[in-house]
């Protein structure tokens, strides 16, 4: 009968870096799963986000950054 022992993940070597190979790379998610309240957050914040980007983008911005801008 083998021990079974945690896999320690080896490195190829790369003529720049050392790489983890394809066979080392594990992904351990410890997060709970997410709630219906946190996708609304999510989605109220992402929203506001896509606002805020087209207020800082718009013709308004570029007015008032022409006016601004403009020597006494």
Do not use: Y
């Amino acid at each position: 009968m083998i021990a079974a022992t945690p896999s320690v993940p080896q490195l190829s070597r790369n003529s720049r870096a050392m790489v983890p190979s394809p066979k080392a790379i594990i992904v351990i998610d410890c997060r709970p799963p997410l709630t219906a309240e946190d996708v609304r957050i999510h989605s109220w914040i992402n929203d506001r986000l896509a606002v805020v980007q087209r207020e800082k983008r718009g013709l308004w911005a570029k007015v008032k950054r022409i006016f601004d801008n403009r020597p006494i």
